[in-house]
């Protein structure tokens, strides 16, 4: 049977976040509920595991915990020029927090919002990262923290002289503006979208799935959940690679400066 | 979409979450893997040296055992030598103790015949006295025939 009569009322309903409160203040509950609870999974995990390190003989959290720090930090190694205290947590967290993020993809597309329907509440969306704003805060996140090292690192005026002068040369500066504007915000743009789009649309995979009849929903729900286990890590791993990168090239000095 | 508050929470939970992580499981977890390396460099360099060291004291183990053989093969070849040294001494000594001792008595054997032959004179004369004065039956003045006598005892 499937999972509704009225397949466009229920894409909708599942399209449709926990919401209260109008123009600014509103608020996606579910998003930040469950991106909070994930982000508590990781703290809780990060404070268990870092009280007692043990360096002789590491086991279960530890090990597996040791093991994506190193993986980071090769990825940090292999891309980021010179030393910087917070690019390793930061591409530890993003990796991490999106990786459990994406990962309630996994659950059955109903099972959440069922139990929710049950205690009364209306809509649930239980992927943070199918929601724009937990992508795009983080992509925004990463957007100030690349400014902010563009002006520390190659100082504010090589920073706005990179704008006039980059990629025609000093005499074609008003298309140059505009060229390295569009550049620089596609960054975080692209960055969030990515993500958002790849789960968004793995999310609507999902629940086309779930309106096929019953017997016909185990072979393409269970190939793509199982595909799907690739493209949260893939997905979380572009997200880490991407933010190094931006942050790699914030620690860069102009082209023709070096 | 709009710029709302969900936005900014998000911005702000991933800030505390890269904040958190940061100091609680990044900072000790690098700190301790860079310790556990240096622990394993040191280590591996302590069993190199320690096999360095074992390596030399053996070295030095064996050079101390021959060194120490020749030394007694050394010992042993000059007790010999001195052996053979008071051997040779005590015999040359012997030898010329018996050859004092041999002397003497040679020299005891002749004093001695002297001596015998000195009383044996002085006998016959008494006695060659005593015979002539039988022979004569007289008294011979001895003082008045010494002469004559002192040359008949010369001749004996």
Not at chain 1, 18 to 26: N, R, T
Not at chain 1, 33 to 48: D, H, K, N, Y
Not at chain 2, 5 to 20: D, E, I, N, P
């Amino acid at each position: 049977m499937p999972a509704t009569n009225n397949p466009v009322e229920y894409i909708e309903h599942h399209l449709t976040n926990l919401q209260v409160g109008h123009g600014f203040w509103s608020i996606h509950l579910d998003t930040l509920i469950f991106s909070w609870l994930l982000g508590a999974v990781l703290v809780l995990i990060s404070w268990r595991v870092g009280r007692k390190l043990s360096p002789d003989a590491p086991s279960g959290l530890q090990n597996l915990l040791e093991a994506i720090l190193e993986f980071v930090d090769n990825q940090i190694k292999s891309t980021f020029p010179g030393y910087s205290p917070l690019i390793g947590p930061l591409a530890f967290t993003v990796f991490t927090w999106v990786f459990l993020m994406n990962a309630m993809d996994l659950l059955p597309i109903d099972l959440l919002p069922k139990v929710a329907s049950l205690l009364g509440i209306p809509h649930l969306r239980v992927v943070p990262t199918t929601d724009p704003y937990t992508t795009l805060g983080m992509a925004l996140t990463v957007f100030a923290l690349t400014i902010y090292y563009n002006f520390r690192v190659r100082g504010p005026l090589n920073y706005l002289k990179s704008f006039l002068v980059h990629p025609f040369g000093i005499w074609l500066f008003p298309i140059n503006i505009v060229m390295t504007v569009i550049e620089e915000l596609a960054k975080p743009l692209s960055l969030g979208l990515r993500l958002f789009g790849n789960m968004f649309a793995g999310e609507l995979v999902f629940m086309l799935i779930a309106l096929l009849p019953w017997w016909a929903q185990w072979l393409p729900g269970g190939a793509w959940s199982i595909f799907h286990i690739l493209v949260i890590t893939l997905q979380s791993f572009i997200f880490m690679v991407l933010t190094i990168m931006y942050l790699a090239m914030a620690h860069t000095n102009d082209e023709g400066a070096h | 979409m709009n710029v709302t508050a969900t936005l900014f929470g998000q911005m702000l939970t991933f800030a505390v979450l890269v904040a958190f992580v940061w100091r609680f499981l990044w900072g000790p977890m690098t700190h301790m893997l860079a310790e556990r390396s240096r622990r394993i460099a040191d280590g591996l360099a302590a069993a190199e040296k320690g096999r360095h060291d074992l390596e030399r004291a053996q070295r030095r183990a064996v050079e101390l055992l021959r060194e120490t053989r020749q030394q007694a093969s050394e010992i042993l070849a000059q007790a010999e030598k001195r052996a053979n040294e008071i051997i040779d001494e005590a015999k040359s000594h012997a030898k010329h103790e018996a050859e004092g001792i041999l002397s003497a008595a040679r020299s005891e054997i002749v004093r001695e015949t002297n001596a015998a032959r000195e009383q044996l004179r002085v006998s016959v004369a008494q006695l060659a006295v005593a015979a002539a004065g039988r022979i004569l039956e007289e008294e011979i003045d001895a003082d008045a025939h010494a002469k004559m006598l002192g040359a008949v005892v010369r001749q004996i």
